[in-house]
């Protein structure tokens, strides 16, 4: 199956730091990217939807200024926690779609822990 | 998109078939049945997914009941490194939509 990767696969970040974490589909465009947050022992959660060239649209309770997301090209999507606190500690995945029916993937995930 | 249930957890011993059930009865007819499977710090794995047709893959079969209310997977010999968190999602065809991940059920695959 097609390849979606994210990096960095984990990071370590300072209370009131922003951090980037990015996503890309290796080997096909993707005309939509998917972010998910998954707190420990829970499951996943849509957190938003990103189409390339557009703005994302976010689910309802997450803040649009906090968590940016940028699907600059049909490759890439970035999301950025602004401001990070540890309630933000989470693992945030992506999934990329090719806009074809059955061609969605997940990303291995990013493993974010604020101190 | 219906609403699924599955079993909270579930063990098996390793080289035998584990069997895990979801309802759907309130599945509409145009929705599929899709199986993901997460193991622990990675990404959801695609499974399997079926219409009202029982599917077989290299990794799993979907069988789903005649009046499609219920299925099951089934990983015909499961071995340690299938223990993971098993979700079952019914949802419409896959044309771009997110997807939508209830709890799941833990599967322990035990020597």
């Known amino acids: 199956g097609a390849v979606v990767s994210q990096h960095p696969s984990w990071v370590i970040c300072k209370s009131g730091t922003s951090v980037k974490i990015e996503c890309r589909s290796l080997?096909?465009?993707?005309?939509?990217m998917f972010w998910y947050r998954q707190f420990p022992k829970k499951s996943l959660m849509l957190m938003a939807t990103?189409?390339?060239?557009?703005?994302?649209?976010?689910e309802q309770g997450v803040e649009k200024d906090k968590f940016l997301i940028n699907h600059a090209s049909l490759t890439l999507s970035t999301l950025t926690v602004t401001s990070a606190h540890p309630e933000d500690s989470s693992f945030y995945i992506c999934?990329?779609?090719?806009?074809?029916?059955?061609?969605?993937?997940f990303g291995p995930g990013t493993r974010l822990t604020v101190t | 998109d219906a609403k699924t249930t599955q079993p909270t957890s579930m063990d098996c011993a390793e080289g035998r078939a584990a069997n895990l059930p979801c309802n759907h009865s309130?599945?509409?007819?145009?929705?599929?049945v899709y199986w993901y499977r997460q193991i622990h710090s990675q990404g959801p794995q695609y499974i399997i997914h079926?219409?009202?047709n029982n599917e077989t893959n290299e990794m799993a079969s979907l069988i789903i009941t005649e009046d499609r209310k219920s299925s099951t997977l089934i990983l015909p010999h499961a071995t340690l490194r299938d223990t993971a968190v098993y979700y079952c999602?019914?949802?419409?065809?896959?044309?771009?939509?997110?997807?939508?991940f209830g709890p799941g059920t833990r599967l322990s695959v035990l020597p």
């Open positions: 999934s990329a779609h090719s806009g074809a029916p059955y061609e969605q993937y």
């Open positions: 080997d096909f465009q993707a005309t939509t």
């Open positions: 990103s189409n390339e060239g557009s703005k994302a649209t976010y």
């Open positions: 309130t599945i509409s007819g145009n929705e599929y």
């Open positions: 079926g219409l009202k």
């Open positions: 999602i019914v949802r419409v065809g896959d044309y771009g939509q997110n997807f939508v």
